[in-house]
């Protein structure tokens, strides 16, 4: 086989391994909708919550409030950078993997 399109072996994985906590991570949880307002002054708000153990954070734990146009804001320019394969989805409490350069 060509040198040059030949496949990388993985490495073999052991049990330790694979439950172990992963090296780096960063987890964003959308949770806690609260809806404000009444009629047309109404909106709803959502909580934001961040973990990690990434040295480019100040912050290990971060929580904020934000309101649903803040994310469409987010998708518009994550698709206007081409950074997303694919929008996400409206409804929230679904992941969403967001593949950046």
């Not at 109404?42 to 934001?48: G, K, M, Q």
């Not at 100040?58 to 309101?67: A, E, H, I, Y």
Request: contains cysteine.
């Amino acid at each position: 086989m060509n040198t040059a399109t030949a496949r990388i072996q993985p490495k073999k994985q052991t049990l330790e391994d694979a439950y172990s906590p992963p090296a780096n991570f960063l987890e964003i949880d959308v949770c806690n909708p609260q809806t404000h307002g009444l009629g047309k002054k109404r909106y709803t708000d959502y909580e934001v919550r961040m973990r990690t153990n990434l040295p480019v954070f100040k912050l290990k734990d971060s929580s904020v409030r934000r309101r649903y146009s803040d994310f469409e804001w987010l998708r518009n320019e994550l698709e206007r950078d081409n950074c997303c394969s694919s929008s996400p989805q409206k409804s929230m409490g679904k992941a969403v993997t967001i593949p950046c350069r």
